[in-house]
């Protein structure tokens, strides 16, 4: 398969349901294939309630997945080419932070307020 006719099924590719278990995010495509890759890829939806999790749209042309609650966006280009989260660790550091609230913009060993 030629690159160009590759980026082409990637493009007419279209999300057709999505579901989340503890361990998995499966992606049902317009074209029958099912793809599922380990949650813990996508460390936000891991770290999410299942009510957060089911909370999402698809973006764009049914193209990607967007999770509002986690601030979270997934291509299916990248689902179908088997990248993980590009995030991170401090930005996912600092999300953990905000979400349990104890996020602080002191540098370490800074005094209190």
């Given at each position: 398969m030629t690159s160009s006719i590759m980026?082409?099924?990637?493009?007419i590719t279209q999300v057709q349901q999505v579901v989340i278990t503890d361990d998995l995010l499966t992606v049902n495509l317009s074209d029958g294939r099912?793809?599922?890759v380990p949650l813990a890829w996508y460390?936000?939806?891991?770290?999410?309630?299942?009510?957060?999790r089911n909370n999402w749209r698809l973006?764009?042309?049914k193209e990607g997945i967007h999770w509002p609650d986690l601030d979270?966006?997934?291509?299916i280009k990248n689902i179908i080419?088997?990248?993980?989260?590009g995030e991170s660790q401090k930005s996912l550091k600092r999300w953990l932070e905000l979400r349990?609230?104890?996020?602080t913009d002191r540098p370490p060993g800074a005094p209190g307020v």
């Open positions: 980026i082409d099924t990637l493009k099912i793809i599922s460390p936000r939806l891991l770290h999410g309630s299942q009510d957060e973006t764009g042309s979270e966006d997934i291509s080419l088997g990248h993980p989260s349990t609230g104890t996020f």
